[in-house]
């Protein structure tokens, strides 16, 4: 039985009591994963802040030799400047990754995972209303995302003087903020998926398929001219296709990945509501 099973009582308490016990104990779940994640992607980002100084004269020399679709990739920068290296290196896959890989594991286990456990049921027939419990572990989830993004944005912090980038502030906190909204975005899609499954790896495994065609649609077929088109046709794209580290926030696309995150977290809400085959 989980601690959200064992902290509910039956619903004699005030909505906002049964909301704050149930996104305590949702929040504490997964307190080790996301200490190890914060911790983790700080490090990170140090260390490629710490390998700019050794290497830029190495890529300095050899990136007129780069193939030309390479800074492409970089959204336009080069792998030569500090922008260029931090995106390649921690903004592109790895920093999204952390934020992705917690959204993910934290909304699958709000409700799926609760269902494949046995103890959803019996948190809902204790009288816990369906919005109140979705809303208290999508509210989790998002604070889980944010520890490990602060975590993150210090790491840049840190990183920024040790290897001598000069990367303004504004521009990290930019950078900081279109990975957790790519992060929401997928994070709502788990718990969407998660709400109308009830199945834990399956809501993983096509999440997890998602987000792999994404990347490979918004990061490659823009490099052929008569498919940039499709390329913008996914998830990915809104995020891929904006570089603040040098452009601050493309508010824009920022709006997009609002606007993605909201609609699926809302249909999660719908379709959790919906469930006949869920007491409570």
Known sequence: MTTTTRSVQRATLPGRAIWRTVYTRAVADKATLVGVLAFYGMAVAVGVGA????LEDTFVSISESFPAGFDTLLGGLSIATPAGWMHAELMSILGPGFLIAVAMIS????????????TLGLVLSAGVPRGTFLSAKATATLTHVLIVAVALFVGMLIANPIGNLGIPVANLLAATLNMVLIALVFGAMTLGLGAVTGDKRLTLAITGAVIAVSFI????????????WLSKLNFWYPYVASTPLANGLDWGLAATMVALALGMGAMAFVAFSRRADLRG
Not at 51 to 54: G, S
Request: charged content about 20%; hydrophobic content about 45%; proline content about 7%.
């Open 107 to 118: 909304a699958a286990s709000a409700t799926a995972g609760e269902e494949q456990d046995r």
């Open 51 to 54: 390998l700019w100084p050794p």
């Open 217 to 228: 649609a918004a990061n490659f077929l823009g490099l052929n001219e008569s498919l940039v």
